[in-house]
């Protein structure tokens, strides 16, 4: 059956009203998602890196079946970086694009241990010289293993949301980041990300979001809402 349309909601007019719509909405994504964080399984910043760069294209559910082996074959750095891209494209094929992300992972390892002392290092500017490392993996590291709000990780979900909610209008993500950035206090930059992912994968999900059970409901006018 198709969905009905949405009731109408009215756009905040003034800068205080579009302030206070962006608090409306922190606040009903923290009383939704209070402690939401990285869904991917990790012990480290390493680890957390190379599951990053494993869910491109794939679902944490997969990667996360796919790293407890993967860390037991290869437990360090130096591991990572004297495999052969064959063998470990092997290890993670059933994450897909399986030998541009084995590539990565050992340039990621061979670039940590050459210049960062075999440790992640903690900016952003030092993250972007990583193989496989643009910004939303970046963000992903640096907020969740450092706890360093570098920027807003924008993925698919929060692409989508953020352009639902009418945070952005833009498509690229760098864009959108630099939107979300600017409206979003820093402090809560590291779990408004994580806030977003759990709510595009709970509620406002790509096709016929669930809007009747959203308390985002009342200040969202995407045109796709559901009733
Ligand atoms: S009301 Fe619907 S479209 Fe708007 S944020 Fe909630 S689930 Fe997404």
């Given at each position: 059956m198709p969905a009905k349309p949405a009731a109408k909601v009215r756009r905040p007019r003034t800068a205080a009203e579009r302030t206070e719509r962006i608090q409306t909405i922190l606040e009903a994504l923290g009383r939704l998602y209070p402690a939401a964080t990285c869904a991917l399984r990790h012990e480290d910043a390493w680890q957390l890196l190379v599951a990053t760069i494993l869910s491109a294209q794939c679902t944490d559910k997969r990667v996360n079946e796919v790293t407890p082996a993967l860390f037991r074959k290869y437990p360090t750095v130096l591991d990572f970086a004297a495999v052969s891209q064959e063998e470990l494209a092997?290890?993670?094929?059933?994450?897909?694009?399986?030998?541009?992300?084995?590539?990565?992972?050992?340039?990621?390892?061979?670039?940590?241990?050459?210049?960062?002392?075999?440790?992640?290092?903690?900016?952003?500017?030092?993250?972007?010289?990583?193989?496989?490392?643009?910004?939303?993996?970046?963000?992903?590291?640096?907020?969740?293993?450092?706890?360093?709000?570098?920027?807003?990780?924008?993925?698919?979900?929060?692409?989508?949301?953020?352009?639902?909610?009418?945070?952005?209008?833009?498509?690229?993500?760098?864009?959108?980041?630099?939107?979300?950035?600017?409206?979003?206090?820093?402090?809560?930059?590291?779990?408004f990300s994580h806030q977003m992912i759990h709510h595009g994968r709970s509620l406002c999900v790509a096709r016929k979001p669930r809007c009747f059970e959203c308390p985002l409901n009342m200040v969202c006018y995407a045109k796709d809402k559901t009733m």
């Open positions: 092997g290890d993670i094929r059933s994450t897909g694009f399986f030998n541009n992300k084995a590539k990565s992972i050992i340039g990621a390892a061979r670039r940590i241990l050459s210049e960062f002392g075999g440790k992640v290092p903690g900016t952003m500017e030092e993250m972007l010289t990583i193989p496989g490392a643009a910004r939303k993996t970046a963000n992903v590291v640096l907020g969740t293993a450092f706890g360093v709000p570098s920027g807003i990780v924008v993925d698919t979900h929060v692409q989508r949301i953020a352009r639902r909610l009418d945070l952005t209008q833009e498509e690229d993500p760098v864009k959108i980041e630099k939107d979300l950035m600017r409206l979003i206090p820093e402090d809560r930059w590291i779990l």
